[in-house]
C-alpha cells in the first residue's frame, strides 16, 4: 500500500508548501494523537527539534494537534534525533517525534517518529496514521485537553547517555578532536560529550542561527572539518549532519573515513575484542572493496535498501547488531535503538585508543573501489523508470563493467532526485560511465 505523506525517513519538504504547513503539522499530531489514544488512555510524547527556524512553528502547531486530543506533551528544544529517541525510551513515554529535515538545506523541514522503545516505526503504523488524517478530527473537550511542558536538562541526560557507550576503562585524555556539529541539533550536547570524556575539542558548526544548518559544514560538506583538524593539530575529527544521527570522520593527515569504512573499524575492532559477529548489514551503495574485505575476515554482508530503516529492519529480521551505510548512518543496537553520530564516532575512538593504531591502520586491508554518485533533478511528473534511453544506456555500460564494477539507479527517498551510482575499479570509468547515465535522464 502506497502512502501519501510518509517518506523513507518520516514526512519531509519545503516549508510552506504542503505538507510542511501549520495547519498540516495541526491535523498530523492530531491524528498521531488519535493512533496513541486507540492503545492507551493518556499517552504523553516527546518532541525535539533541530535548529531550524521553521521548527518554532512546526513545534507549535503539533504542540496544538496533540493536546487537541488529549495527548500530554514533553518539549526538548534542540536536541539531536538519537537524544529524542533515547528520552522517550528512559523516560518510558508513549512516542518521540523529531523535527528535522536531517541534512537538507534549511528552507526545508520534516517530522520522524520512534515508537516506545526508542525505535523507528514500522509501515503499518505510518498507514493508521494517513488513514486518522482522513477521518473527521475527534476534539477533546476542556477537561480532557493535553498538556505541554518543558523537559529540563534534556540535553545533559543525553550527553550522560553518549558518555556511558564509551568503555569506563578508556578515555580520551591526550587527543585533539574538532567537532562540526553542521550548526544543527548537537551544537550545545558533541562538544561535551568529547570534553567530558577528556579530550581536548576545538568545535566548529556550533553557532547556529536558525538560517545556516548544513551550510558549508557538518557531514554533508566535510571540507570545513578537514581544513579545521590540519589548522588546529587535531588527532581527529568528528562531522555530524544537521541533526547528528549520521557522522563523517577525519585523521590528522586530513583524510575523509566516510560510514562504509568506519562499519569496517567497528566490525573488526568487535572481532578483536572477541565478541560473537555473524554479519553486517550494509546497503546497496556500500563499497564493494568493503564488503569484500569484511568476507575476508569471515564476516558476512547482506545489502538491504538504502536508508536506515531498512538496514534496521534487516538488523532486527536476522538478530544481528550491527550495520550502516556510506552517509554515516551506523546502528550498533547493543549500544543505541537507532543512529547516532556521536556514538559511532565514540565507538571507533574506542577501537583506536584500544588498540594503539591510527584509523589508517585500522583500514590498512581495505581497498576501495571508486564510487561516481550523480544527483538528477527531474521535472514533476517524469517517469524516468519508463525511459527507453536509460534503458538501453545502462545495459551499454552493464556490459561494459561486466564483472569488475555495479549500476544502482534510484529514486531519493527525501529529494525529488534521482541518484545514479556506479562503482568500478578505476575511478575514470566509474566517472564516466555515471555521466552517460546521467545525460540520458536529463
Not at 488524517?133 to 493535553?146: F, K, N, Y
Not at 562531522?239 to 590528522?252: K, S
Not at 548512518?329 to 584500544?354: K, P
Amino acid at each position: 500500500m502506497s502512502r501519501t505523506y510518509f517518506g523513507t525517513d518520516g514526512i519531509r519538504g519545503t516549508v510552506g508548501t504542503s505538507p510542511i504547513t501549520p495547519d498540516f503539522m495541526l491535523r498530523l499530531g492530531h491524528a498521531v494523537g488519535q493512533v496513541l489514544k486507540s492503545g492507551e488512555h493518556r499517552p504523553t510524547v516527546l518532541i525535539g527539534k533541530d535548529t531550524r527556524i521553521s521548527g518554532y512553528m512546526i513545534e507549535s502547531a503539533l504542540e496544538a494537534g496533540f493536546a487537541s486530543a488529549g495527548v500530554d506533551v514533553l518539549l526538548t528544544g534542540p536536541l539531536p534525533t538519537p537524544g529524542v529517541a533515547y528520552l522517550t525510551r528512559a523516560l518510558r513515554l508513549s512516542l518521540g517525534v523529531v523535527i528535522s529535515a536531517s541534512h537538507n538545506a534549511f528552507p526545508d523541514n520534516g517530522i520522524k517518529f520512534f515508537s516506545a522503545r526508542g525505535e523507528k516505526l514500522p509501515d503499518d503504523w505510518e498507514h493508521r496514521v494517513e488513514a486518522a488524517l482522513e477521518t473527521e478530527p475527534r476534539w477533546a473537550g476542556s477537561a480532557e485537553l493535553g498538556k505541554a511542558r518543558r523537559l529540563d536538562d534534556a540535553s545533559g541526560r543525553y550527553i550522560e547517555f553518549c558518555k556511558s557507550t564509551f568503555s569506563h576503562d578508556l578515555s580520551l585524555k591526550g587527543l585533539k578532536i574538532a567537532v562540526d556539529a553542521a550548526h544543527g541539533a548537537a551544537y550545545h550536547v558533541a562538544p561535551g560529550v568529547f570534553h567530558e570524556l577528556g579530550a581536548e575539542v576545538t568545535a566548529i558548526g556550533c553557532q547556529p542561527d536558525g538560517f545556516n544548518i548544513n551550510a558549508g559544514f557538518g557531514a554533508t560538506a566535510p571540507a570545513a572539518l578537514v581544513d579545521a583538524v590540519r589548522t588546529s593539530g587535531a588527532d581527529y575529527g568528528v562531522a555530524l549532519d544537521g541533526d547528528a544521527d549520521r557522522v563523517q570522520m577525519v585523521d590528522a593527515s586530513g583524510r575523509l573515513y566516510n560510514g562504509d569504512e568506519l562499519l569496517y573499524v567497528l566490525a573488526v575492532d568487535r572481532l578483536e575484542q572477541g565478541g560473537a559477529l555473524p554479519g553486517v548489514v550494509g546497503t546497496l551503495m556500500t563499497n564493494l572493496g568493503v564488503e569484500l574485505a569484511l568476507r575476508e575476515r569471515g564476516i558476512e554482508v547482506v545489502r538491504a535498501p538504502v536508508g536506515d530503516r531498512y538496514v534496521l529492519e534487516e538488523l532486527l529480521a536476522r538478530g544481528w547488531q550491527l550495520g550502516g551505510e556510506g552517509s554515516g548512518h551506523l546502528l550498533s543496537l547493543d549500544r543505541h535503538t537507532t543512529g547516532d553520530g556521536i556514538v559511532s564516532a565514540l565507538m571507533v575512538l574506542q577501537a583506536a585508543v584500544r588498540s594503539g593504531r591510527s584509523l589508517a591502520g585500522l583500514l590498512d586491508s581495505v581497498r576501495l573501489y571508486p564510487q561516481t554518485l550523480i544527483n538528477v533533478r527531474l521535472k514533476p511528473g517524469t517517469d524516468w523508470q519508463a525511459s527507453t534511453a536509460l534503458a538501453e544506456r545502462r545495459a551499454e555500460i552493464d556490459r561494459e563493467l561486466g564483472a569488475t564494477g555495479r549500476v544502482l539507479i534510484r529514486p531519493s527517498g527525501t529529494e525529488p532526485l534521482v541518484r545514479v551510482m556506479v562503482e568500478a575499479e578505476d575511478a575514470a570509468q566509474a566517472k564516466r560511465c555515471a555521466e552517460r547515465l546521467a545525460e540520458s535522464l536529463a
